[in-house]
């Protein structure tokens, strides 16, 4: 498939000068997580120290001796991320009590500490390490970047991957439906922790995005995101539909977009004629069992039923 | 006890181990404290959560949910430039090898003091060297204290050297043996820990002002390198660690500087039989000695004090008049030899003389050593030669036939 936005010639528009997020980095050609990237740099700005776990996005981004990051960033191991956040806090904030001039940025303040992982990192191995940051309650935002797979690895099912997709750890064949789990629900986990502010947005809009990202830096304690990002490689679409898809998955209900407070949802993006499923499933190898004259009907129904359960629990239809 | 002096005295308390480790810590006064109770440890970090409910000491103590995240969260203050705390043994020490293994490979001088135990299964809670075996290879250093001050000045030198030389540290002191034992400790002032440790002064850190990326990917053609470095810093460790013990017995008056400090030995001299052990076995085997030489019989001890980087050319030295050499181990490599005997043969490979040497397998999992055990061991090495089948070189003296043979 190709789009008239591919044709068109942007290179002499694009300026990366001052950017946090630089190009060079070895994502695919249309990969959301690195457009997510990009938002959380331009959002948080300088003062900001990322934690990353293993996963696509540092495996792009830091293959030694280059990185793609303009803002101080670790890499540890697959399942800690949250955790060596929590130990970064824990440090600037023994710093801020014994050496107050340990930091040459303007006000320790602004210090913003971001743990970003996957959604394998996050809601599977990492979910432990998540946990613990929330309880304790360390000044960190976390986010969330879900491709719906385990994609560095080359694309195996996590707790995110929705009902029906194909993964090579949830084939379709004659007894399977391809994954037989619906997505866990990462906001209301972190908000049963007592996270005060949670949202999930989508990397269709990067403006809400954004100003969730700033929301969330603004906040004292813990802070969860859950930012819908897809893989062209991973789902099997145009790289040039990834805005699109990012866009479809909240239209259908799939990726519901809102803000919690408090335990409390306090705002949500309505959905006028909320899309069929189908329209999202349609552009993807990953459902293609679902869908055609032999589609599995009844496979495409149940994750459709699950939509429109969570939609209504949620009051999403406008 | 080899050199400290054990005399209750004025600066000395008796105390139990793992508070006696806990209140060194503190006079250390770390930025980050991250630890997570497991037996026979807990006693540490027990007395840690004390003394910072007290506002004795502002560390920041995170109250981890596992050993996993206590070990990554002091990755993360580490390389914040926080100097860093933890303590483990056994089954959470497992745990934290993931994590552990990088923070050699990102240079961070976590100290982490382990109580030994051995290793599941089946379950058990008392001492052995198992679990510090199974993490010998991560380019962590490794010390064994034989008693409690030695515990305690074993994670002050920690500190000194894994800072200069930017890798972690496991201080290794025996469960229960050790952790639960009340003995006369001398707890450091914080006026000479300030003189023998000064703040720590990290090349780079994540201080936004000045960004790094730190923990990056590397292809083949990096990855090497990396390790390589890692090797080399253990390598610079050996001098580093002989200057440090030198300066601590300025400072606080305990020479720990025999063999570089590396080994510490016990009238091992003119030692026809010489004992090789690691940790607090070693206050019996100095019993044993002073009897079996009572009688004239000359035997004598080496106890490696480093163990990684291992302490090779002084084992050299000090093996170098042996007639034979036990090694008494409580560990072993499953499939094949005790590793510290293996490791002590390796060391000898290239030595003019390599004393036929027998190692003894024992004290696992608790199990009580005695003198009487260690004098027939001292007995049957002199039987050593030098050409030797496997089933002649290695033995469990301690083991209970009747149990493997069906019984209960
Ligand atoms: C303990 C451990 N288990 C497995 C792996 C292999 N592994 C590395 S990244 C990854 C998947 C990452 O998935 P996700 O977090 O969803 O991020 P993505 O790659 O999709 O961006 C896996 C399975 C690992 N590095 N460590
Ligand atoms: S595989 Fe998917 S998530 Fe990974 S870099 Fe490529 S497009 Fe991005």
Not at chain 2, 61 to 90: M, P
Not at chain 2, 128 to 153: K, L, N, S, W
Not at chain 2, 168 to 193: C, K, R, Y
Request: charged share 25%; glycine share 8%.
């Amino acid at each position: 498939m190709s789009s008239e936005l591919q044709e068109q010639d942007y290179t002499d528009e694009i300026d990366h000068e001052g950017e946090l997020w630089n190009a060079g980095h070895r994502a695919c050609a249309g990969c959301g997580p690195a457009n997510a990237m990009k938002y959380i740099t331009e959002a948080a700005g300088e003062n900001t120290i990322i934690a990353q776990p293993t996963g696509c996005m540092e495996v792009v981004s830091t293959p030694y001796p280059e990185s793609a990051w303009g803002v101080s960033y670790i890499h540890n191991i697959f399942e800690n991320a949250a955790s060596v956040a929590s130990g970064i806090e824990a440090a600037y904030q023994a710093f801020d009590r014994r050496d107050p001039d340990h930091l040459d940025v303007a006000d320790e303040d602004d210090l913003n500490i971001i743990a970003v992982g996957g959604d394998g990192a996050t809601a599977d191995i990492g979910f432990r390490a998540l946990s613990g940051m929330m309880e304790r309650g360390h000044d960190v935002t976390y986010i969330m970047y879900d491709n719906e797979a385990y994609m560095n690895t080359g694309v195996q099912r996590s707790s995110q991957t929705p009902y029906g997709a194909e993964t090579t750890t949830s084939p379709h064949g004659e007894a399977s439906v391809g994954n037989d789990t619906n997505k866990k629900d990462m906001a209301s986990i972190a908000a049963a922790h007592g996270v005060d502010y949670v949202a999930t947005a989508s990397i269709s809009n990067p403006h809400d995005f954004k100003q969730k990202i700033e929301t969330a830096l603004e906040r004292d304690g813990p802070k969860f995101l859950h930012v819908y990002a897809p893989c062209p490689v991973g789902w099997g679409y145009d790289s040039s539909k990834t805005v699109e898809l990012a866009r479809l998955a909240v239209e259908t209900g799939l990726f519901p977009v809102f803000e919690m407070e408090g335990g409390e949802i306090t705002n949500i993006r309505k959905v006028s004629d909320r899309k069929p499923i189908e329209e999202f499933v349609k552009y993807q190898k990953r459902f293609s069992h679902l869908v055609g004259e032999d589609g599995d009907e009844e496979g495409l129904a149940e994750l459709q039923a699950w939509i429109d359960g969570r939609a209504e629990d949620l009051g999403i239809d406008a | 006890m080899a050199t400290a002096d054990s005399t209750p005295g004025e600066d000395t308390q008796v105390m139990k181990g793992t508070s006696a480790v806990a209140k060194g810590v503190a006079a250390i006064d770390p930025d980050v404290i991250s630890a997570y109770p497991i037996t026979p440890q807990t006693g540490v970090v027990e007395k840690l959560s004390e003394i910072v409910a007290d506002g004795d000491i502002d560390s920041e103590f995170i109250k981890v949910d596992s050993e996993f995240n206590a070990a990554s969260t002091c990755i993360g203050a580490s390389a914040a430039g926080a100097r860093a705390f933890s303590a483990t043994s056994s089954q959470g020490l497992k745990l934290m090898s993931e994590p552990l293994f990088t923070a050699a490979g990102h240079r961070l001088p976590i100290v982490m003091a382990v109580a030994n135990r051995s290793l599941s299964g089946p379950l058990s809670i008392w001492a052995d060297h198992t679990d510090c075996f199974a993490e010998r290879d991560g380019g962590m250093m490794q010390f064994h204290a034989e008693d409690v001050q030695e515990a305690i000045d074993h994670v002050l030198l920690s500190f000194k050297v894994a800072e200069q030389v930017n890798l972690p540290a496991l201080s290794n002191f025996d469960g229960f043996i050790l952790t639960h034992v009340q003995e006369p400790a001398n707890i450091p002032t914080e006026a000479e820990v300030s003189e023998f440790l000064p703040p720590r002064d990290p090349a780079y850190t994540l201080d936004p002002s000045d960004p790094a990326t730190m923990g990056a990917y590397a292809r083949p053609e990096h990855w090497t390198e990396a390790r390589y470095e890692v090797q080399a810093a253990l390598e610079d460790a050996r001098d580093v660690w002989t200057d440090a013990v030198e300066e601590f017995d300025d400072v606080f008056g305990r020479d720990y500087t025999e063999y570089d400090g590396m080994i510490d030995t016990y009238r091992a001299d003119d030692a026809e039989t010489v004992i090789v052990a690691l940790g607090s076995i070693c206050g019996t085997i100095r019993g044993v000695i002073d009897e079996m030489r009572a009688d004239g019989e000359l035997v004598g001890l080496v106890r490696p004090r480093v163990h990684r980087p291992f302490p090779a050319e002084q084992l050299r030295d000090a093996l170098s008049g042996a007639h034979q050499v036990a090694v008494l181990t409580k560990e072993n490599s499953q499939g094949f030899e005790s590793a510290l005997a293996s490791e002590i043969k390796s060391a000898l490979y290239h030595a003019e003389h390599q004393p036929p040497m027998k190692t003894y397998i024992l004290g696992m999992a608790g199990r009580d050593v005695t003198s009487e055990d260690i004098k027939a061991i001292v007995a049957d090495a002199e039987t050593a030669t030098d050409v030797m089948d496997f089933s002649e070189s290695e033995s469990w003296p301690q083991l209970r036939e009747d149990i493997i043979s069906g019984g209960i």
